[in-house]
């Protein structure tokens, strides 16, 4: 609609100990070109200066409200972020991240180019590694820059179901808020952290009717330092990544959604889970085991066996987990894919990576919780 490069969004923040990085993130929302904003910013029950500082931004603008509140995890608190939000777009911004000052007006300025109703904006991100020391600082493009070119009209998920394969990113977007209590769409309120992003990708993505996509990054996202997720200290941590890996094919499920596209990316995702809780809490780890076979059950051997992005390598595991040992055959769509796939890791991202860049976007894939996250594991 053209009236969007006008609109007022909702900048929710959910808030829990971070008061080293929260006035850079704060900083950087106030500072948007574009500025008919509302900031909500939600502490959930920080211990430490977290509120004081919220507080006295409030004190100096206006545009900023401030929420305290019980500990009641990630979901929950972007929930009531969104419900009380009053601007036609919503955007969640992490409060040890931050974003360029740009990012509200181009988003804003690009939906606004379309005639349709736009549902869901969507751009790519900067991911920083070892940010914990200014020494070893260093910023590389997210998985999903230069995977699609900037859109020229708008599409659904069926048409680009690499939306959904790498990290959820759900705050490297803009979501109409109509759209959003339509649907009736908010988080799973997980306890903790809770990977409530992985749902709500879900959710946005499979039932928007028109997401539109700009191939340039705001947002900077602080990634999983080296390590941080080894030896998880409980079984549901162990499982999380299966059980929402689960809960996104629920959604599926129920919205009826059979596109072999989509299903091919979300497998893709459930591959790199497996892989991810191996590394974190070892193959033997009884409830990595039994997880895996929880979540190989639900997949169609078909789409494994013929998926051009799993290697042979997973598709034996598949096999060694399910005891479905049909033969694998030469898979011609394989081999477009890696020819595809080297000409993209030459164009875009400058040829082979070393093996601080392979081991950093390992992690990265996984989308294992920050490791800075009080609420998480």
């Given at each position: 609609?053209?009236?969007?490069?006008?609109?007022?969004?909702?900048?929710?923040?959910?808030?829990?100990?971070?008061?080293?990085?929260?006035?850079?993130?704060?900083?950087s929302?106030?500072?948007?070109?574009?500025?008919?904003?509302?900031?909500?910013?939600?502490?959930?029950?920080?211990?430490?200066?977290?509120?004081?500082?919220?507080?006295?931004?409030?004190?100096?603008?206006?545009?900023?409200?401030?929420?305290?509140?019980?500990?009641?995890?990630?979901?929950?608190?972007?929930?009531?972020g969104?419900?009380?939000?009053?601007?036609?777009?919503?955007?969640?911004?992490?409060?040890?991240?931050?974003?360029?000052?740009?990012?509200?007006?181009?988003?804003l300025?690009?939906?606004?180019?379309?005639?349709?109703?736009?549902?869901?904006?969507?751009?790519?991100?900067?991911?920083w590694?070892?940010?914990?020391?200014?020494?070893?600082?260093?910023?590389?493009?997210?998985s999903?820059?230069?995977?699609?070119a900037?859109?020229?009209?708008?599409?659904?998920?069926?048409?680009?179901?690499?939306?959904?394969?790498?990290?959820?990113?759900?705050?490297?977007?803009?979501?109409?808020k109509?759209?959003?209590?339509?649907?009736?769409?908010?988080?799973?309120?997980?306890?903790?952290?809770?990977?409530?992003?992985?749902?709500?990708?879900?959710?946005t993505?499979?039932?928007?009717?028109?997401?539109?996509?700009?191939?340039?990054?705001?947002?900077?996202?602080?990634?999983?330092?080296?390590?941080?997720?080894?030896?998880?200290?409980?079984?549901?941590?162990?499982?999380?990544?299966?059980?929402?890996?689960?809960?996104?094919?629920?959604?599926?499920?129920?919205?009826?959604?059979?596109?072999?596209?989509?299903?091919?990316?979300?497998?893709?995702?459930?591959?790199?889970?497996?892989?991810?809780?191996?590394?974190?809490?070892?193959?033997?780890?009884?409830?990595?085991?039994?997880?895996?076979?929880?979540?190989?059950?639900?997949?169609?051997?078909?789409?494994?066996?013929?998926?051009p992005?799993?290697?042979?390598?997973?598709?034996?595991?598949?096999?060694?987990?399910?005891?479905?040992?049909?033969?694998?055959?030469?898979?011609?769509?394989?081999?477009?894919?890696?020819?595809?796939?080297?000409?993209?890791?030459?164009?875009?991202?400058?040829?082979?990576?070393?093996?601080?860049?392979?081991?950093a976007?390992?992690?990265?894939?996984?989308?294992?919780?920050k490791?800075?996250?009080?609420?998480?594991?």
């Amino acid at each position: 609609m053209r009236e969007d490069d006008r609109s007022k969004v909702s900048v929710i923040v959910p808030v829990c100990n971070v008061e080293t990085y929260l006035a850079q993130c704060l900083d950087s929302i106030l500072g948007q070109t574009h500025r008919d904003l509302e900031v909500i910013c939600l502490d959930d029950g920080s211990t430490d200066g977290s509120l004081a500082i919220l507080e006295a931004y409030a004190a100096k603008d206006g545009r900023v409200r401030v929420v305290a509140k019980e500990n009641e995890g990630y979901g929950a608190t972007c929930n009531r972020g969104i419900d009380m939000a009053t601007g036609r777009w919503v955007s969640i911004i992490e409060p040890d991240d931050w974003i360029d000052s740009t990012m509200y007006a181009d988003m804003l300025a690009f939906a606004a180019s379309f005639d349709e109703v736009v549902d869901v904006v969507k751009c790519p991100w900067t991911d920083w590694y070892e940010w914990d020391d200014p020494a070893t600082a260093h910023s590389a493009p997210g998985s999903l820059a230069g995977r699609l070119a900037t859109s020229k009209e708008s599409f659904t998920l069926a048409d680009e179901p690499v939306l959904i394969e790498g990290h959820p990113s759900v705050w490297s977007a803009v979501y109409r808020k109509g759209f959003l209590d339509a649907n009736g769409i908010r988080f799973r309120p997980y306890p903790g952290a809770g990977w409530a992003d992985n749902p709500f990708l879900i959710d946005t993505l499979a039932r928007a009717r028109s997401i539109v996509y700009l191939d340039t990054p705001y947002y900077n996202y602080r990634a999983d330092l080296p390590f941080a997720t080894l030896d998880h200290k409980t079984d549901e941590a162990v499982a999380r990544p299966f059980d929402r890996w689960l809960d996104m094919l629920d959604i599926l499920e129920g919205l009826g959604i059979d596109d072999r596209g989509i299903l091919e990316a979300h497998y893709l995702r459930g591959f790199n889970y497996a892989d991810g809780a191996v590394f974190d809490d070892g193959e033997d780890n009884p409830v990595v085991a039994a997880k895996t076979r929880e979540m190989f059950s639900r997949m169609d051997p078909d789409i494994v066996y013929w998926h051009p992005k799993l290697r042979a390598r997973r598709k034996r595991r598949f096999q060694e987990v399910t005891g479905d040992h049909r033969p694998l055959m030469p898979n011609p769509r394989r081999m477009r894919y890696l020819a595809q796939e080297s000409l993209y890791q030459f164009e875009e991202r400058g040829g082979v990576v070393g093996l601080g860049g392979r081991v950093a976007r390992f992690v990265r894939d996984r989308h294992i919780e920050k490791g800075t996250r009080p609420d998480g594991e």
